[in-house]
Nanobody, 119 residues
């Protein structure tokens, strides 16, 4: 079973940047499309960016043009480069493999990494 470990979060001022990483254990990482999710206080977890096994990407409108998702299958890692951060980006960020049904995922959740955008 693949396990996910997210890192790279922290406290950043508005307009700043962070790069999140998600390392997956196991040898089957490359067969999964991967996504970054976030959950803000009092809100449901949402998918904000995804990358297919072939490298195609898709973004939620709220992060389009500011965030970039990428993957390195040789390192079993998916990244999220976040630029132009806003206070509303404050959330716990998770990675996972989106399932076929809307809202479903294929892997156990990791612990996530906290991103706080504040002056």
């Amino acid at each position: 079973q693949v396990q996910l470990v997210e890192s790279g979060g922290g406290l950043v001022q508005p307009g700043g940047s962070l790069r999140l990483s998600c390392v997956a254990s196991g040898s089957s990482f490359s067969i999964y499309a991967m996504g970054w999710y976030r959950q803000a206080p009092g809100k449901e977890r949402e998918l904000i960016a995804a990358v297919t096994t072939g490298g195609r990407t898709n973004y939620r409108d709220s992060v389009k043009g500011r965030f970039t998702i990428s993957r390195d299958n040789t390192k079993n890692t998916v990244y999220l480069q976040m630029n132009g951060l806003k206070p509303e980006d404050t959330a716990v960020y998770y990675c996972n493999a989106p399932g076929l049904q809307a809202g479903s995922v294929r892997l156990p959740w990791g612990q996530g990494t906290q991103v706080t955008v504040s002056s």
